[in-house]
């Protein structure tokens, strides 16, 4: 953790920056998660930099542990009527160190799927370190979906990254920017030209 909370706080800084001059109508663009708009990411964010292991435990117990409902009230319990002050609660949080129970590497996971998440839909651009998205990816071919991961996705195929140390897998390859093979093995869509190789289509699916 010593090693990943810079790259997250870094991670939520650059996207506080990002978003400090967006238009007010463009806050309701529908996010890369599904059912989720731009706003509704970013107060999931807020409630994740609050959230701490033992208040995870009670809401998710509250929420009768459906970790869907949990993520839907912790939304509604960050969402301001001012995307602005949703903002501006984001900033006072992100130099948090706290976390739910869970890998360390899920931090990372959070910070770049879900920047992505709200930057690609409005057409903003930003440079993750390939390093840690490389060990983001990697945290997600070891974790099934139903626990948030990717595994699942990538059977069969052998992943490439063509800007980080990671080459894993057997069967068709992938060759693409850590990044993007991150956010496909997460479920999200990416460019076509993002991906090559004779596997990239199976994992795009």
Do not use: Y
């Not at 663009?29 to 930099?49: F, Y």
């Not at 930003?126 to 595994?151: D, F, I, M, N, Y």
């Amino acid at each position: 953790m010593t090693e990943i909370w810079p790259v997250v706080h870094a991670e939520r800084q650059a996207l506080i920056r990002d978003l400090g001059d967006l238009e007010a109508q463009r806050w309701v663009a529908p996010s890369l998660c599904p059912c989720w708009d731009v706003h509704d990411v970013l107060a999931h964010l807020v409630d994740d930099a609050r959230t701490t292991r033992l208040g995870f435990l009670r809401r998710l117990a509250a929420a009768g542990f459906d970790f869907d409902r949990c993520n839907a009230r912790g939304i509604a319990r960050e969402r301001r009527a001012d995307p602005r002050e949703t903002l501006a609660a984001f900033r006072a949080v992100s130099g948090r160190t706290t976390s739910a129970p869970a890998p360390p590497a899920t931090r990372l996971v959070e910070a770049f799927v879900h920047g992505e998440d709200i930057r690609r839909p409005l057409s903003l651009t930003h440079v993750c370190p390939a390093g840690p998205v490389a060990e983001a990816l990697r945290h997600q071919l070891k974790t099934s979906v139903k626990l948030g991961g990717g595994k699942e996705r990538a059977v069969g195929l052998r992943l490439v990254a063509t800007d980080a140390d990671l080459d894993t897998g057997t069967g068709p390859e992938v060759h693409g920017r850590a990044l993007a093979l991150l956010l496909a093995v997460s479920g999200r869509p990416v460019g076509p030209e993002e991906l090559t190789g004779p596997g990239a289509a199976a994992l795009a699916r």
